[in-house]
């Protein structure tokens, strides 16, 4: 064990030293384009279910199952899939590898989406979107403790900030295709079917991403593969070089803790904190963060838009999610990354009382816009932040479990939101927001650790 946390930790070392390069950011932005298609998945919700509910497999307001919108069902079961995926699985990235898993689990949920655009049920649909939600859980994890065991730590920030705006470029796509064909039948078939089978793309692409993405060298070398793990290591040192020249020497040598890295672990000092600290954080932002992200149409005509117009608007605070998180890549890895979280959670509570007194089209669009990009600079942020902050050995398992509240809350409060809207309209929804950044800011601003420009060996102690 001490032999194996060695040459993790001598691994490590060679990593960090690395400027960013062509070849660094490539690999960043291969992994991104594999979770654009994860994330579309995730948040089409919010755009297909107008459609399903003119197709008549969903009942607009109360008539549903139990008595609950359908709306509410359908995002609920999706989280109740994630939910699954996360605490469930996330722990099987770090028993496989990073790129088996990776791939595996893309190939799951596209899939099961593709089936779920063929259903005609209410059931049929949320079974599939169940299965499929599974296998999303499961990649969130796995992209998250990828890359940030790839990349050099001075770069960590600014790489999850390129990661999530790429990511975030499929919610644009989302809304303009749901604006575009929700609304209507294209050769006799109902639009939304065409929006949730645009998600099958991802098994055609994880397979150009596979062959160029490599195993990461630290779960190699923590596994006892030391040989693979200088192999990648070499090669990735041999492109940097080639594009840079002479490469610095390592950093002296920061070995973790030997320990077997099981689900105990997250429990003992100094992860116990971190852990209740991102359990507690992680069951809040999911409130902000799907709280509108699911709900923008259902919020835009709570405030006044029509069918057609909450669609398009919802395009248009869409083009947010990408553009503005990737202006904040130049200060990313300038700030400590839990003060970027709390300054988010700010600005997504201000903003979203704003849009809750708005009614104007400008006045809607322009708030819908700044929550869209204060949630994604928090998720840029934490996502970073989450997966620092446990050891290598643990990373996947301990990042799925307290990623997992995050989907625990969103099947719960998925219909907190539908009772807040239908009862107190886009107020109460912002209220109930407002309430839950609060809570976001107390626990990351008060007990959450530094992580920039740090080792993961130096996080981990």
């Not at 990623?403 to 099947?411: A, H, I, K, P």
């Amino acid at each position: 064990m001490q032999e194996t946390t060695a040459s993790a930790a001598a691994i490590t070392a060679r990593l960090d030293r690395l400027p960013g390069s062509r070849h660094i950011w490539w690999l960043v932005v291969l992994l991104s384009i594999g979770g654009c298609f994860e994330l579309y998945d995730l948040l089409m919700t919010a755009y297909i279910s107008p459609g399903l509910i003119r197709d008549g497999i969903f009942q607009a307001g109360s008539k549903g199952f139990l008595g609950l919108t359908d709306q509410a069902a359908f995002a609920s079961i999706t989280f109740a899939g994630l939910f699954v995926g996360t605490i469930g699985f996330g722990f099987v990235a770090d028993r496989f590898g990073r790129r088996a898993i990776f791939t595996l689990s893309l190939l799951w949920y596209s899939a099961a989406t593709l089936m779920m655009a063929t259903r005609s049920t209410a059931l049929g649909v949320e079974l599939w979107r169940f299965v499929a939600g599974v296998g999303v859980g499961v990649e969130l994890v796995t992209i998250d403790t990828y890359l940030a065991e790839l990349v050099p730590k001075r770069m960590r920030g600014r790489a999850f900030t390129v990661n999530q705006s790429l990511q975030f470029a499929s919610i644009p796509i989302a809304a303009l295709l749901g604006w575009l064909l929700v609304p209507i039948a294209p050769f006799g078939i109902s639009g939304w079917r065409f929006v949730a089978g645009f998600a099958a793309l991802a098994a055609v692409v994880v397979w150009f991403i596979r062959r160029a993405v490599p195993e990461s060298p630290r779960w190699l070398a923590q596994h006892g593969r030391a040989a693979e793990a200088e192999r990648i290591t070499a090669a990735i040192e041999a492109r940097v070089a080639a594009e840079v020249g002479p490469l610095p020497p390592p950093a002296p040598i920061i070995a973790e803790v030997a320990a077997a890295g099981g689900f105990g672990d997250i429990w003992r000092p100094p992860y116990r904190r971190r852990t209740i600290m991102l359990m507690v954080f992680n069951f809040c932002q999911a409130i902000g963060f799907y709280g509108f992200g699911n709900w923008v149409p259902a919020l835009l005509a709570a405030q006044g838009a029509g069918f057609t117009r909450s669609l398009q608007y919802s395009f248009i605070i869409a083009l947010a999610s990408p553009t503005l998180p990737m202006l904040f890549v130049f200060v990313a890895d300038r700030i400590e990354r839990k003060w970027q979280i709390v300054g988010a959670a700010c600005g997504t509570a201000g903003f979203g009382l704003l849009f809750a007194l708005a009614s104007s089209p400008a006045a809607l669009i322009a708030c819908g816009m700044a929550i869209t990009a204060s949630n994604n600079v928090m998720s840029l942020a934490y996502h970073g932040y989450q997966a620092e902050l446990f050891p290598t050995r643990m990373r996947a398992r301990a990042v799925g479990f307290v990623y997992s509240f995050s989907r625990l809350s969103t099947v719960v409060n998925a219909f907190m939101i539908a009772f807040f809207l239908q009862h107190f309209g886009a107020p109460g929804v912002f209220g109930f927001i407002g309430a839950a950044m609060l809570v976001v800011v107390l626990s990351v601003g008060l007990f959450g650790p530094r992580t920039n420009g740090l080792a993961l060996e130096e996080i981990a102690r």
